[in-house]
């Protein structure tokens, strides 16, 4: 059962525009949630996170906003750059156990030049 | 610094073979953690560990078994290789229990069992 969902597999983007990604969750009992950015043949690597204290975090061109009552969040990158093309993955946390991350499956962003 | 390394980068094994995947991190986390992300899919935690000695399941444990003797070291073990164990496989590790430490990922090791 996919408790974090991307819908959108992919995402092209002109260079300079706005790109926003989209991640829904269904467990409540998430708090926590992070953004990875993934390049071909290499791991991911940590982007933003959000705490469900906040409804806004913001770092450079990147932000994060998260609705809580919808259980969605998203992730805005402004402007957009033709480095910016990468799988971009949600991941959640509960603030059980070990904080393990439950991860979406990804979205893919293409930056055109 | 090397980070999260993780040895080898591809394999080929038959059914029912074994092998270990090694994973070594140098920043002395002590959490560490082995992922599988299958084609299309998000990555899904298959084991873990918050310090040396000490193992716990993820979501997928089976058909696999770690270990962890040292804080560097997170060694993952498939005993009797499956097709459906085909997968690119991640180890991440990360320094303490606090959430706003995020996790640190190794390049993966691509996995195909044939």
């Known amino acids: 059962d996919q408790q974090v969902k991307q819908n959108s597999p992919s995402l092209s983007v002109q260079e300079g525009r706005i790109s926003i990604l989209n991640c829904d969750y269904t467990?409540?009992?998430?708090?926590?949630f992070l953004w990875y950015k993934k390049y071909p043949a290499e791991g991911p690597t940590f982007l933003i996170s959000?705490?469900?204290?906040?409804d806004k975090n913001e770092d450079g061109r990147f932000t994060v906003f998260l609705n809580k009552s919808a259980k969605h969040l998203s992730l805005h990158i402004v402007p957009s750059q033709p480095g910016d093309s990468a799988v971009y993955f949600c991941?959640?946390?509960?603030?059980?156990?070990?904080?393990?991350?439950?991860f979406g499956t990804g979205t893919r962003l293409t930056v055109i030049p | 610094n090397a980070g999260v390394t993780q040895t080898p980068k591809f394999r080929i094994l038959k059914i029912g073979q074994s092998m270990t995947l090694q994973c070594t991190q140098d920043?002395?986390?002590?959490?560490m953690y082995w992922y599988r992300q299958d084609p299309g899919m998000g990555l899904k935690l298959i084991y873990y560990s918050v310090g040396a000695g000490i193992t716990d399941k993820g979501e997928v444990p089976n058909g696999y078994n770690v270990s962890r003797s040292t804080t560097e070291d997170f060694p993952l073990r498939l005993e009797l290789a499956a097709p459906s164990q085909t997968s690119v496989y991640f180890c991440?590790?990360?320094?303490?229990?606090?959430?706003?430490?995020?996790?640190?990922f190794g390049d993966g090791t691509r996995l195909s069992i044939l």
């Open positions: 467990n409540s009992m998430f708090d926590y």
């Open positions: 991440a590790s990360k320094y303490g229990n606090s959430r706003n430490q995020p996790q640190h």
């Open positions: 959000i705490s469900s204290i906040k």
């Open positions: 920043m002395n986390h002590n959490y």
């Open positions: 991941a959640a946390s509960a603030r059980t156990g070990a904080n393990n991350l439950f």
